[in-house]
C-alpha cells in the first residue's frame, strides 16, 4: 500500500487528487470543531457519557456529536437516505425504471437522495434541538430562536458534507462519501487507544503490561486479517458462451464467470440491526428515560435495557446475564438483514434471463429455472457464510466491552467500513495508474 502511494505521488494528476482529497478532509475535521451557538457544550458532555447507545453515532460522527458541532449530524442522513432510496427503488417500479435507463436515470436518483437527505436532517436536527431543550441543555432553554438556530445549523452542515463528498468523488480520490465517514471513524481510534492504555497498562505490572499490549494487538491485527479475508473472499460461477453465426463470422464460445462476493450485503446488515436496537435507546435518551434493571425499574426500562449493547455481554454479574438476549436477538437480526439485502441487490432471476438472452449457461446446469434454482442455492450458502462472519466481526469488540470493559467507540462496524474504504480507495489508484500508463504506451 505505501509503494501503491509513493508511486502515485509521482504522477501529477493522481498527486493532485490525493491533495484536494486531504485538503477536504482538514476543513472537514475543522468544521467538526466548530461548536453550534446555544448549546451547553459542559451539560452536553456529561449527558453523552450516560448515553451508552450513541457512542456507535459519535464515532460515526467523528466525535463531532459530542461537542455537538455544526457537523453533529455529520452524513448520517445521506446514509440513511440512499439505504431509503436503494428500498425504494425495489419497491416503486417508476424509481427501478430510472435506475435501468443508464447514467440519466442513476443522475436522477442521486437528486432525489439529496432532497431526502435535507429532509431526514431537518427531521432529525429538530428532534434534537427539542428533546435537548426539554433535558436543559440549551443555554437559555427551549425558545423559537434556539431550536432554530440548532436546526438550520446542523441541516446546513450535513448539506455541505453531502456536497463536499460529492466533490471528493468528482475532483479527488476514492468514494467521497466514504472517505468522509473513514476519517471521522480514525479520528477517534487515538482516544480509543488511550482508553485501552489507561484502562489495561498503565496501572499493571511489566509482565502485565507486555501481555495486555501483546493480546491487544492481537485481536486487533486478527480482526483486520479476518475482514480483509472477509471482503475480498468470492465464489467465481464459470459461464461458458455458445458459439453463433453473425454474418459470416463465427462469433462467441469465450468462457466467463460470475462473481459473487462472500460478504455480498457489505456492512449494512450490521449498520441496519445497530440502528434498529439503538433506535428505541436515542428516543428515549431524548425523553429522559434511561435503560435500568431491578425491582424499582419499569417495563421500557428492562426492554431499554435489553437493547443495551453495554449489557449484552455482561457475565461479571449473573442477574444481568439475562440481557444477553439483546445479543441472540442482534445476531439474527444481522444474519436476517444479510438475507434480506442480497434479496433485493442481486436476483438469480435476471441474471439467468440476461446469460440465457447472451447464449450464455454455467457448464453442467441447463438454462432458464434449473439456472435460477442453482444460482439462489449457492448464493444462499453464500450469503450464509457471509452473515457468520459479519456476526464474528461485530460480537468480538462487543464481547471484550461486556467482559473485560474495554469500553472503545470502534466497533466491529467501525473495522469493517476502515478495512472496505481502504482496500477500494487503493484499488482505484491503482487503476488510475495503470490507465494513465496505457495512455502513455498508446502515446509512444
Known sequence: MIKTLRNALKIKDIRTKLIYTFVALLIVRLGCQLPIPGVNRDFFAS???QQTALSFFDAMTGGSFTQMSIF????????????IMQLLTIAIPKLEEMQKDGEDGRKKIAEYTRYVTVV?????????????????????????????????????????L?????????????????????????SRIPNDMMSLYNKFIANASIMNKIIAAVIILAVILAMV????????????IPVQYAKKVQGRKLVGGQSSHIPLKVNTAGVIPVIFASSLLSFPIVIASFMGISPASGAGASLIQKLLKVCNQGAWCNFTSFGEFKYTLGLLAYIVLVIFFAYFYTSITFNPIEVSNNMKKQGGFIPGIRPGKPTTDYLTKVLNNIIFIGAVGLTIVAVVPIFFSGAFGAN????????????????????????????RHYKGFLND
Open 47 to 49: 449527558w453523552f457519557e
Open 72 to 83: 453533529a449530524l455529520n452524513i448520517t442522513p445521506y446514509i440513511t437516505s440512499s439505504i
Open 120 to 160: 431526514l436532517a431537518v427531521v432529525e436536527s429538530l428532534a434534537m434541538a427539542i428533546g435537548f431543550g426539554n433535558q436543559g441543555l440549551l443555554e437559555g432553554g427551549l425558545t423559537f430562536t434556539n431550536a432554530a438556530i440548532i436546526t438550520v445549523s446542523l441541516t446546513a452542515g450535513s448539506a455541505f
Open 162 to 186: 453531502m456536497w463536499l463528498g460529492e466533490r471528493i468523488t468528482q475532483n479527488g480520490v476514492g468514494n467521497g462519501i466514504s472517505i468522509i465517514l473513514l476519517i471521522n471513524i480514525v
Open 225 to 236: 486479517i479476518f475482514i480483509i479475508i472477509l471482503q475480498d473472499g468470492e465464489r467465481k
Open 408 to 435: 472503545v467507540s470502534f466497533s466491529g462496524t467501525s473495522l469493517i467500513i476502515i478495512v472496505g474504504v481502504i482496500l477500494e480507495t487503493m484499488k482505484q489508484i491503482e487503476s488510475m495508474m495503470l490507465v
